[in-house]
């Protein structure tokens, strides 16, 4: 079992960054794909940005992009989301999730699929 913990949330200004953080305890992530979702009030989950097990590859949402820069930290065991000109419509609770596969499964990830294991979620709110 892999228990993902987020953090790194908050209230933030419009123009202004944050950085989210996910923690592993259980196994390492080193072989896992690694990616994070956002869910906005009222909305559905969304793919937010993803990274493969050797960051080799990243994946994000046209939202993301530009904006967000996923990262992994493998002495840490950790992976991170760099989120900068943050705009309100950025909030949501933002949720990190790994894939077994270790593979970037972008299409699984937009369409919901594809995540093995999920942490809890950490709460971004973005005033105007």
């Known amino acids: 079992q892999v228990q993902l913990v987020e953090s790194g949330g908050g209230l933030v200004q419009a123009g202004g960054s944050l950085r989210l953080s996910c923690a592993a305890s259980?196994?390492?992530?080193?072989?896992?794909?690694m990616g994070w979702f956002r869910q906005a009030p009222g909305k559905e989950r969304e793919f937010v940005a993803a990274?493969?097990?050797?960051?080799?590859?990243?994946a994000y949402a046209d939202s993301a992009k530009g904006r967000f820069t996923i990262s992994r930290d493998y002495a840490k065991n950790t992976v991170c989301l760099q989120m900068n000109s943050l705009k309100p419509e950025d909030t949501a609770v933002y949720y990190c999730?790994?894939?077994?596969?270790?593979?970037?499964?972008?299409?699984?990830?937009?369409?919901?699929?594809?995540?093995?294991?999920w942490g809890k979620g950490t709460l971004v709110t973005v005033s105007s």
């Open positions: 990274i493969s097990w050797n960051s080799g590859y990243t």
């Open positions: 999730a790994a894939d077994q596969t270790g593979l970037l499964g972008y299409s699984d990830y937009v369409l919901g699929y594809g995540m093995d294991y």
């Open positions: 259980g196994r390492t992530l080193s072989t896992y794909a």
